[in-house]
Structure formats: C-alpha cells, structure tokens
C-alpha cells in the first residue's frame, strides 16, 4: 500500500469509528457477577484447575487460576505453589457449602470438604471466566467493634454475618484459658479478638503461615490477632472447625504468658516460647508430629532454643517443623517433670536468669544435653 493510500484508509477508519453508535463501551473496572445456580459448579472447576496446576508444577496454568493484581493474596499463593512443588500436593475432592454474592463484584464461597472444614473465599471474574481473589482493603467494609458475652472483637463489615460464630469460639478459648490459668495467674484482663478477613488486611509483614499471634510484651493488649488462612468452619457453616479454635487456644496461651510475667517470650528459648501454646492448645496434630518427627532432621538443642532464622532463602515449611519439634519438647517436660506445674515453673526460673544449664536442672533434674538425649530417644520412640 503506497503511502498515500495508507493515509486515505486511516482517515477512513477514523471516520466510521467517529460515526458508529458507541453501543457496547470498553468495559472500565471490575467485572459485575451474577450468582446463578451453575456458579458453584464454575467455582469448584477453578478449584480443580488450581490443584490440578499444582499437582503437575504447572506455574502458568496456576497463575490463570489465580489473581495476580492482589499483591499480598499472589504473595501467598505463590508460596503454596513453592512449597508443594517440593513437598508434593495431595488433591482433595473439593466441595462448596453455600456460595453468595459479596458486593457486586465478588463471589464468596464456602470451599472445602466435611473432613477439613470450609474457608470463606473470594472469586471474581476477568475476561470473562472466574478466577480466586479477594475484595480490596476499600472493600472491607470498615473497622467495626463491638463486645459479645464480654468478649472484646475488631473486625471488619465483611464479618458482619459470621461474627457472632467467631465470638462463640472466642469465648470458648477465654473459657479454656482461665482453666489453665487456675492456681498460677489472674485473668482479670480484658480479652478479645481481632481478625483479618483477607491476606491484604493482614499487611505486608505477616508471613503466610501464620495463622495469628499476640503482641509480646504488652499485658494490657486484651487482643488476639487471627488470619484468615486460620479461620474455618465445620459442615453446616454454624461453629468453626477444631483447627480455628486451636488457633485461638495457642495464641490466647501466648497472652496468658504475658499476664503471668510480662515479657518473657524474650528470656524463654523458642521451644518453651512456641511449644508450650502448641502442646497444650493441641495446635498439632500426632499425624504431623509424626512425620516431623519421623521424616525430618532433628534440630540441634542451640537450633531449637533460636528458633529458625527467617531469611528469603528459609523454606517456608521449615517453621511449621519447628513448631512440631518443640511441641513435643514441652510434652516431654510434662511427662518427665510431673505436669503442667512444670512448665510454669520453667517460666519462673527463666525469669530470674536465662541459662539452660541452671534452669533445667533446678526445675527438671537433668542437664540440657541430658534433656536434648533424652527428649530425641522418647520423640522416636513414642511417634515412629
């Protein structure tokens, strides 16, 4: 086409583009949904195609289920993906209890199984076909606050219908720790929860495994903070599921730490920091432990009183294995030191000063070498 001609047919384009009827406009914003009865259907398919992805390593067919505009949400899916990618997946049959339309752009669903529980997710369209997402920090509906039965709660509107579940399990964990509490410490404090409905409320600095934690050091903050990714419900949507309320279990001990001596996660060793909420909030379980226990290499006693050192290179599955070492760490103070005094002894002697070599012996009778040797022949011995 000569250049001449070239210009005439770009007029003329212009020229019909200016006389069409402008009837379908580019579509500006996220795509309005419809909850039809064929949505559920169309959500477990992406939920298919996502385990399928991971299942074959298949980064791009992962990312198509996914969306990837949400930076915290991409941030943690993409671990998942990492993770199994060295760990193996085992798929599961996915089911979805009950799926609404949340504003009018998203599609939330109940998506699990009977055995596991059901987790509150988020699905929007683009370009078309469903993708998993989650609703925008101005999507929240806003702080709100409000107190049920004297449990103190911080949520967000997004909440609204399922708060009162949430409240009924919080109660029941401030219920499980004045029983701990009895005979060593008051609970005259305030407690309550604070949840975060998606992985972008929850901020750029939470790691994705983490299901919740309490703020050390700071006795007068009545608040547990929880997850989403720990936040569950069992068959019928009407209570959640033992795993969320063992999160509320592990981190409220956490908070009865501090109310009986503020501040001494600083001065215990991590296996007494973390195991102690762990074992006793049944945070884990003998399945996961075993294989830790049975499949993984046993930490040295210097590891296990640090704690991993998070740095980008930590595999993101090796904390979870620490946690399981130290639970059973503390479940063998139990069984060696005579029960749970034996623990809040451990917490009184490290109060006083912080070296193993004193405070093992003066509470438990052994040496931490001793204790090391001990704990690692019984955890075999017991779990494999």
Request: with cysteine.
């Amino acid at each position: 086409m000569t250049q001449g001609l070239r210009r005439a047919a770009i007029a003329l384009a212009l020229a019909l583009a200016a006389c069409t009827s402008s009837t379908a406009p580019t579509p500006s914003g996220p795509e309005k949904v419809a909850i039809t009865d064929k949505t559920a259907a169309e959500l477990v398919a992406v939920m298919n195609a996502w385990e399928t992805a991971i299942g074959k390593k298949d980064l791009t067919g992962f990312q198509a289920t996914i969306d990837l505009t949400r930076a915290a949400f991409r941030r943690c899916q993409s671990e998942t993906f990492d993770i199994a990618s060295r760990q193996g997946f085992t798929p599961f049959e996915v089911k979805i209890a009950k799926v609404e339309p949340y504003l009018d752009t998203y599609a939330r669903a109940y998506v699990g199984d009977d055995v596991n529980g059901y987790s509150r997710l988020y699905f929007r369209r683009e370009g078309g076909k469903w993708i998993r997402s989650e609703p925008l920090d101005t999507e929240l509906g806003g702080d709100q606050t409000k107190a049920i039965d004297g449990l103190q709660l911080s949520y967000y509107g997004i909440d609204n219908d399922v708060i009162d579940t949430y409240a009924a399990a919080g109660n029941a964990a401030r219920a499980f720790l004045l029983t701990q509490a009895e005979g060593h410490t008051s609970t005259d404090q305030a407690f309550g929860l604070r949840i975060f409905p998606t992985r972008g409320a929850a901020g750029p600095n939470v790691a994705c495994g983490v299901a919740g934690f309490h703020l050390d050091n700071v006795p007068s903050d009545p608040f547990i903070r929880l997850f989403s990714n720990a936040l569950s419900f069992k068959a019928g949507l009407a209570t959640v599921t033992e795993t969320t309320a063992s999160v509320m279990r592990h981190e409220g001990l956490h908070w009865l730490q501090d109310q009986f001596i503020p501040g001494i996660s600083a001065r215990l060793p991590f296996w007494l920091v973390e195991g102690w909420p762990d074992f006793v909030g049944q945070s884990r379980s003998v399945a996961t432990k075993k294989n830790v226990v049975c499949n993984t290499p046993t930490p040295t006693y210097k590891q296990l009183e640090d704690g991993v050192l998070q740095t980008p290179e930590t595999p993101p599955e090796l904390p979870g294995q620490y946690y399981s070492f130290a639970n059973t760490m503390v479940e063998y103070v139990y069984k060696i030191g005579g029960g749970a005094n034996a623990y809040w002894d451990l917490m009184t002697a490290y109060k006083a000063g912080v070296d193993a070599k004193v405070n093992l012996p003066k509470v438990l009778g052994v040496t931490p070498e001793a204790f090391y040797s001990g704990w690692v022949g019984w955890a075999k011995q017991t779990y494999c």
